[in-house]
């Protein structure tokens, strides 16, 4: 009893350092692609995503196959640029691969999706903690049908709810995190990212830019109910598609919490995305997004992936440039 009390009392403190995506910057101050004079983004030692990843996916919940492809074909384009025009998805990822770890091995540029499951069931019901993601990718790779791996060398496990599933601080805090598997819920540690689907809950909040928050406290700025049509014609999916992007950037720089991140305290950490929240082109900042192209329909993109697909994602933090960068930027 005394040995599962201390695992109790370990998995309640474990559960303070949960890397969360706050979709927040309606409210944030000018940030004009970041300031190299105010952050402080250093290198704690840890380990990044050096290995070819095998991203391993978790369909949670009853998912429209359109979405689905359309997702699958975003993460395929992360290593692919031969074929696909510039800017792409991969010279996007570029940018992430900047990071390296002590030994000066860069993140991968090889994501592969390596697996997929379909938990249409929902074996852990419609409403989940943040812990429910561990025991989903239990489940996962313990499934008497076609289970997972359970890879604790080179696996990235993604898990993606369905709209009609809640998870906690989902809409209210958080779009999506990532963090690691505990030993005592999994078997081994690997790092996992979850991913909400918010085109039915809060488009406004977790869509963005594809849909304005209802309660921002300011108009739109193209004076519409959002600010760019969605490239792939459905918001929740593009808006998720960014939050995406931006939990595998944080996941391969800092998939241990003890790597890539900004700020004193390990327990709330400021990642490479977190520091460009609401930048997609140049000149973004204070509620607009920046410069970025459109399709003949209207719609806004910043990179190109397979399949003509394209896809607007978040930048991220260059630290050979000390500012928010996109392979779409105008400098």
């Given at each position: 009893?005394?040995?599962?009390?201390?695992?109790?009392?370990?998995?309640?403190?474990?559960?303070?350092?949960?890397?969360?995506?706050?979709?927040?910057?309606?409210?944030?101050?000018?940030?004009?692609?970041?300031?190299?004079?105010?952050?402080?983004?250093?290198?704690?030692?840890?380990?990044?995503?050096?290995?070819?990843?095998?991203?391993?996916?978790?369909?949670?919940?009853?998912?429209?196959?359109?979405?689905?492809?359309?997702?699958?074909?975003?993460l395929d384009s992360l290593s692919s640029s031969s074929s696909v025009?510039?800017?792409?998805?991969?010279?996007?990822?570029?940018?992430?691969?900047?990071?390296?770890?002590?030994?000066?091995?860069?993140?991968?540029?090889?994501?592969?999706?390596?697996?997929?499951?379909?938990?249409?069931?929902?074996?852990?019901?419609?409403?989940?903690?943040?812990?429910?993601?561990?025991?989903?990718?239990?489940?996962?790779?313990?499934?008497?049908?076609?289970?997972?791996?359970?890879?604790?060398?080179?696996?990235?496990?993604?898990?993606?709810?369905?709209?009609?599933?809640?998870?906690?601080?989902?809409?209210?805090?958080?779009?999506?995190?990532?963090?690691?598997?505990?030993?005592?819920?999994?078997?081994?540690?690997?790092?996992?990212?979850?991913?909400?689907?918010?085109?039915?809950?809060?488009?406004?909040?977790?869509?963005?830019?594809?849909?304005?928050?209802?309660?921002?406290?300011?108009?739109?700025?193209?004076?519409?109910?959002?600010?760019?049509?969605?490239?792939?014609?459905?918001?929740?999916?593009?808006?998720?598609?960014?939050?995406?992007?931006?939990?595998?950037?944080?996941?391969?720089?800092?998939?241990?919490?003890?790597?890539?991140?900004?700020?004193?305290?390990?327990?709330?950490?400021?990642?490479?995305?977190?520091?460009?929240?609401?930048?997609?082109?140049?000149?973004?900042?204070?509620?607009?997004?920046?410069?970025?192209?459109?399709?003949?329909?209207?719609?806004?993109?910043?990179?190109?992936?397979?399949?003509?697909?394209?896809?607007?994602?978040?930048?991220?933090?260059?630290?050979?440039?000390?500012?928010?960068?996109?392979?779409?930027?105008?400098?």
């Amino acid at each position: 009893m005394q040995k599962f009390t201390c695992y109790v009392v370990l998995l309640l403190f474990l559960l303070c350092f949960f890397q969360a995506f706050s979709w927040s910057q309606f409210n944030q101050g000018e940030n004009y692609e970041g300031s190299s004079d105010l952050i402080n983004l250093e290198y704690h030692m840890g380990p990044v995503l050096a290995s070819a990843i095998n991203l391993y996916i978790i369909w949670y919940g009853q998912w429209n196959p359109t979405h689905q492809a359309t997702i699958r074909d975003f993460l395929d384009s992360l290593s692919s640029s031969s074929s696909v025009p510039y800017p792409s998805v991969a010279d996007w990822w570029d940018t992430v691969r900047l990071y390296t770890d002590q030994t000066g091995s860069n993140i991968t540029a090889t994501i592969s999706i390596s697996g997929e499951l379909y938990d249409s069931g929902y074996s852990h019901g419609v409403y989940l903690s943040r812990l429910s993601m561990q025991s989903i990718i239990k489940a996962a790779v313990t499934s008497h049908s076609r289970p997972l791996p359970l890879n604790p060398h080179n696996g990235l496990y993604l898990v993606l709810t369905s709209q009609d599933v809640q998870v906690e601080d989902f809409c209210r805090a958080v779009c999506g995190f990532h963090y690691f598997t505990f030993p005592i819920l999994v078997g081994v540690t690997v790092p996992y990212a979850w991913v909400g689907y918010s085109g039915t809950q809060c488009p406004g909040m977790c869509a963005y830019p594809f849909a304005w928050p209802k309660y921002s406290g300011k108009p739109p700025p193209t004076g519409g109910n959002d600010i760019t049509h969605a490239p792939n014609g459905d918001a929740g999916v593009d808006g998720m598609i960014s939050v995406i992007a931006h939990e595998l950037a944080e996941v391969s720089s800092n998939p241990l919490i003890n790597a890539w991140y900004a700020g004193e305290d390990p327990t709330a950490p400021t990642e490479i995305a977190d520091l460009c929240l609401g930048l997609y082109g140049s000149g973004g900042g204070g509620g607009y997004m920046g410069k970025v192209y459109k399709d003949a329909w209207g719609n806004g993109y910043n990179v190109h992936g397979v399949k003509g697909r394209r896809f607007l994602v978040q930048w991220v933090w260059n630290p050979v440039k000390r500012r928010c960068f996109g392979p779409n930027a105008m400098d």
